[in-house]
């Protein structure tokens, strides 16, 4: 049965024959785009001479003066490549609406390009990483304008209003850095993550503070109260003991149970200890976190006391100061319930992929890019855990 040939009459004709054959694993290597590409470069060029031609006859019937004025040269990068077109244009109009105000990237091409920036590549290797893809280079000052179009998103996430859907809460502070015409500068992002009652774990919202201090996590806190964070239903907050955070807990949300985290606490004593020591007395502090209820936890800490106490006194006090917090996660019978809060642990984990994602970079540009690439991480994180939380990619033209 002879084939018969199809006429592609628009681009978006174009494009759909392009992803059906390409659906269909036909392999066409580099054959098929220098003329994908010519084309492409004739039914734009077409509708835009039609666009035109149409405008004029209308100014005509109106008895309107308006005349060609020749065309100009405009770069449209496409899943095909790069095109170059003639656009024609009256002295009054030119047929933007043909191609989306003739913008330089497809919108599926500024998806590539944000997809690559929030998987950690700098805005240089975009460009180069595109390059093979597009038949031409893309610049850094490209991609930082595309990764600009997540700016709305990330402003969206930190005025969301919120529930109180959380059985615990997590807040911690991590250092990031970022670039300064000095050099790095090293600064926190506090970072408050909630645990449902199903188990799932949000970043709730993060903040870029100039410090750790009780007036940043105040101003953090306090943001989201009003935004609808209160409290309520809430069994614990774990945090990792800094003095501006537990300044801070009893005035925003106040009457709450502290656990404190005991990742940092167990740094904390070992710190205190010598290295040739530290094994022995990391499992006496297991003993006391892994313990099967309270009273046995506070003998485990007893035995602690008693054997080390005349050799490292301030280990033991480091322990013993904040036990009481330490032990508020017993309030859960299980230890499978009690292993979810008694850490910040998961705060930790979602910063290790944030730094796995920008170690390309060195250190952050500045705040803008630090926010938006936080915002990145943490939504496909959210995600990941099946929390719903705005589309990460979204782009409207």
């Known amino acids: 049965m002879p084939q018969q040939a199809a006429t592609i009459t628009s681009l978006p004709i174009a494009f759909e024959v392009v992803k059906a054959m390409q659906a269909d694993g036909l392999d066409w290597d580099e054959g098929y785009r220098p003329i994908g590409r010519q ?42 490549g790069d095109i170059e077109l003639a656009v024609p244009r009256t002295r009054r109009y030119s047929p933007v609406e043909v191609i989306r105000a003739y913008a330089r990237r497809t919108r599926e091409i500024d998806r590539v390009i944000l997809a690559g920036f929030v998987l950690g590549l700098s805005t240089r290797k975009v ?10 280079a893309v610049s850094a000052t490209t991609v930082s304008q595309v990764a600009k179009t997540l700016d709305a998103a990330v402003a969206a996430f930190h005025r969301r209003p919120l529930a109180n859907r959380y059985q615990a809460l997590m807040l911690d502070g ?18 408050a993550l909630g645990l449902r009652p199903d188990g799932k774990k949000e970043i709730i919202d993060f903040r870029l503070a100039g410090s750790e201090s009780a007036l940043e996590w105040e101003r953090f806190l306090s943001d989201l109260y009003r935004r609808g964070l209160t409290g309520e239903g809430l069994d614990m907050i774990c945090v990792d003991g800094g003095k501006g955070l537990l300044k801070t807990l009893p005035i925003v949300l106040p009457q709450i149970p502290v656990q404190r985290c005991w990742a940092h606490k167990i740094r904390n004593v070992l710190d205190k200890v010598r290295k040739a020591d530290q094994p022995k007395v990391k499992r006496a502090l297991h003993k006391i976190m892994h313990a ?28 013993r100061d904040d036990l009481d917090e330490l032990l508020t996660c017993f309030r859960y019978k299980t230890e499978d319930q009690r292993r ?56 409207n033209n």
Do not use: W
């Open 174 to 191: 991590v250092v990031l850095a970022r670039k300064t015409g000095a050099g790095a500068l090293k600064r926190p992002v506090l970072v």
């Open 292 to 319: 099967a209820n309270v009273p046995q936890a506070r003998s485990a800490a007893r035995r602690l006391a008693d054997r080390f106490e005349a050799q490292y006194p301030a280990a033991v006090a480091c322990l």
């Open 39 to 80: 084309a492409l470069e004739k039914i734009i060029e077409a509708q835009m001479a039609a666009a035109v031609e149409r405008y004029l006859q209308q100014l005509e019937a109106d008895d309107v003066a308006d005349r060609r004025n020749g065309t100009y040269r405009r770069h449209l990068l496409t899943e095909l």
């Open 340 to 395: 979810a809060v008694r850490t910040t642990n998961a705060i930790e984990r979602r910063f290790r992929e944030v730094r796995r994602r920008t170690r390309p970079m060195g250190t952050f540009q500045d705040r803008t890019s630090m926010d938006r690439i936080l915002f990145a991480v943490f939504t496909h994180e959210n995600k990941s855990q099946g929390v719903s939380t705005l589309f990460l990619l979204t782009h």
């Open 127 to 136: 460009g180069e990483t595109l390059l093979a893809l597009l038949g031409r």
